[in-house]
């Protein structure tokens, strides 16, 4: 069973589900007609479970020249205070300092976009002035923002350098939503909504990219609502948390089955997930729960009880709109961004082109501190998006107690045919980087 961020994994599920699983009994809900109809085919999730605690400090500094200063919500980041590798604590590399700033979420003709505006409009019909939405929050936060006041133990995996990017010791690019939860608490909203980029060091495949994009919805009751319907605080606040997700659920995908799975957040308690039965699977959609006392307690709202969801936006955006590979959202082929328009959920993806992928494979003698995730930076700081996949093929240990990995990497643009040159070029350039940066002996 692999280790997920937030505990232990269902073995059937993706590796990147999120959260550990006790299903006890899902409940299911019957579909019922809605109006707006979508058909999505894909099973995708994106999140990462790596477990090991090791990281490489600086995997690879891009050869390109990117942009040293750019404006992300109305502060300027320079790029020198992001990536340094002065700091031991530092393991941001070029490759993801160019993407602080790009806001796919903000962008009304892009997929991600129009997700994000569907929910709301969800959101705006059904809690007419209620929630405040938040889509310009900075990416960059403290390690108690994005862990401690969302009470993730000390020793939790999603804290290592290993899983996450940090700035320096005390601070990190976000691994998800959650982290505002407790700042926008203390500063009074009790209805609200954030969507924003998201950061994990992972492994590379069609549905994993080392920034996502998430929305956290969070709601606070007061006494007299709980009270005036006969039941506790608790159930009250499941009870509303479930209709309100459900009715989300079927705004998106239209009539569809559902079932609710019990699991396990640092946050929350009860803690559910939802899933949605699609193309003859069962998707998990997101993962809520009625918030854990002590964030309420500690943020000024002792008396309350409140809701949490956090839901994955490239995710449901591959099925709505059939989108086959998690790099084609980074796209500015035309080809890809002409495809989508303003308020048009759940339009089909017409793929563009089938370049064939190539395959390149590296053998080599590992160290105990290797792990993918470091593997699969430096293989995305020398092919960037090129690198679609970097699979473990072979393994084995010697008498000697020498352990021995084969990947497979494949290589393809979704843009265009690469020659053998130049993709030679690369998995000389991946050998070379591999064995300078990571302690390996190439075999
Ligand atoms: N933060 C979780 C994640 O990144 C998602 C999540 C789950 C958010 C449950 C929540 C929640 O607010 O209640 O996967």
Known sequence: MAVTRYGLCKSSLPRHVFAAMSITHPTFIKPSPHPLKTSPSLPISFYSTSASLSATKHPHKSKHPIVSLLDNC?????????????????????????????????????????????????????????????????????????????????????????????????????????????????????HFLVTGDVYRRDSIDSTHYPVFHQMEGFRVFSPDEWMASGMDATSYAANNLKKALEGLAQHLFGAVEMRWVDTYFPFTNPSFELEIYFQEKWLEVLGCGVTEQEILKRNGKMDNVAWAFGLGLERLAMVLFEIPDIRLFWSNDLRFTSQFSEGQLGVKFKPFSKFPPCYKDMSFWISDAFTENNLCEVVRGIAGDLAEEVRLIDSFTNKKGMTSHCYRIAYRSMERSLTDEEINQLQWDVREAVQSKLNVVLR
């Open 74 to 190: 109305g502060v300027k980041i320079n790029k020198d205070d992001v990536v340094r590798e002065s700091d031991p604590a530092n393991n941001v590399p070029d490759s993801i300092f160019s993407k602080l700033g790009l806001q796919l979420h903000r962008r009304d003709h892009h997929p991600i976009g129009i997700l994000k505006n569907a929910i709301y409009d969800y959101f705006d019909t059904n809690y007419p002035n209620s929630f405040l939405k938040f889509d310009d929050l900075c990416p960059i936060v403290s390690v108690k923002a994005n862990f401690d006041d969302v009470l993730v133990p000390a020793d939790h995996v999603s804290r290592s350098y290993n899983d996450t990017y940090y700035i320096d010791a005390q601070t990190v690019l976000r691994c998800h939503t959650s982290a505002h939860q407790a700042e926008l608490l203390r500063k009074g909203y009790t």
